[in-house]
């Protein structure tokens, strides 16, 4: 089956560290992106990509960086710069024009 | 990009129907509404998308005035596993633009 695959669910960092949470999707879609959720909040855009090899801030892209390589592939690193990481990060995708996202299950990453 | 407002919470019970209303006012001509559905700890599901007058799914229906303005999420007869927070988005995809998630509004189903 086609989706949108998410790794590791849960995550913990230690102070000064950087991390990469890996995003892999099988669905063919050009268009992938990162969110971030606090508790009861709503999404917030961190980084997204319309095309390989190319990549566009969003809302709150400090202390983050991404890479897109290859189609499938969008993984986020949390730099150290990062001062309040600990949250649920969502990465999704889409076909592009007026198609809805296919969002992964997730990564909870907490800083101990 | 259009601003939405939605309640923040809404209380039903099962069986009832449920309208979640989504405030739109500077919704552009090219603007799509999209709605998702999020339970805790995962990400967020399409539901359903319109332009304008009605869309029906068989999950939910979609009803958008002529002004477009504004736009109701009705789900018929919920049940408890409906109990999440739905999510009104506006937005020109087609035009690269990135859509913004707002709070949504935390719909709990009693029984």
Same mark, same amino acid.
């Given at each position: 089956?086609?989706?949108?695959?998410?790794? @590791?669910?849960?995550?913990?960092?230690? =102070?000064?560290? !950087?991390?990469?949470?890996?995003?892999?999707?099988?669905?063919?879609?050009?268009?992938? *992106?990162?969110?971030?959720?606090? @508790?009861?909040?709503?999404?917030?855009?961190?980084?997204?990509?319309?095309? $390989?090899?190319? /990549?566009?801030?969003?809302?709150?892209? =400090?202390?983050?960086? $991404?890479?897109?390589?290859?189609?499938?592939? /969008? @993984?986020?690193?949390?730099?150290?710069?990062?001062?309040?990481?600990?949250?649920?990060?969502?990465?999704?995708?889409?076909?592009?024009?007026?198609?809805?996202?296919?969002?992964?299950?997730?990564?909870? &990453?907490? $800083?101990? | 990009?259009?601003?939405?407002?939605?309640?923040?919470?809404?209380?039903s019970y099962e069986g009832q129907?449920?309208?979640?209303?989504?405030?739109? !006012?500077?919704?552009?001509?090219?603007?799509?509404?999209?709605?998702?559905?999020?339970?805790?700890?995962?990400?967020?599901?399409?539901?359903?998308? #319109? *332009?304008?007058?009605?869309?029906? !799914? =068989?999950?939910?229906?979609?009803?958008?005035?002529?002004?477009?303005?504004?736009?109701?999420?009705?789900? @018929?007869?919920?049940? &408890?596993?409906?109990?999440?927070?739905? *999510?009104?988005?506006?937005?020109?995809?087609?035009?690269?633009?990135? &859509?913004?998630?707002?709070? #949504?509004?935390?719909? &709990? $189903?009693?029984?």
């Open positions: 089956d086609g989706g949108i695959t998410q790794s @590791p669910k849960y995550l913990f960092r230690k =102070e000064g560290q !950087n991390v990469t949470l890996s995003c892999e999707q099988n669905l063919n879609h050009d268009a992938m *992106y990162w969110y971030r959720q606090d @508790p009861g909040q709503g999404l917030r855009l961190i980084y997204y990509s319309q095309i $390989v090899n190319d /990549f566009q801030k969003g809302d709150i892209a =400090e202390g983050y960086s $991404v890479s897109r390589e290859k189609k499938e592939s /969008f @993984p986020l690193t949390v730099t150290s710069a990062q001062k309040n990481p600990t949250a649920f990060y969502l990465c999704a995708s889409d076909l592009g024009g007026y198609y809805g996202y296919t969002f992964g299950s997730g990564t909870r &990453l907490t $800083v101990v | 990009l259009a601003k939405t407002t939605q309640p923040i919470s809404m209380d129907e449920v309208n979640i209303t989504c405030s739109h !006012n500077n919704i552009a001509t090219n603007d799509y509404i999209t709605w998702y559905q999020q339970f805790p700890s995962q990400g967020p599901r399409f539901i359903i998308q #319109g *332009y304008k007058t009605k869309v029906t !799914n =068989e999950v939910a229906s979609l009803f958008i005035p002529a002004d477009r303005k504004s736009s109701t999420l009705s789900l @018929p007869r919920v049940s &408890l596993s409906d109990t999440a927070v739905y *999510y009104c988005l506006v937005g020109d995809k087609a035009a690269g633009n990135k &859509l913004t998630f707002g709070g #949504g509004t935390r719909v &709990l $189903v009693k029984p």
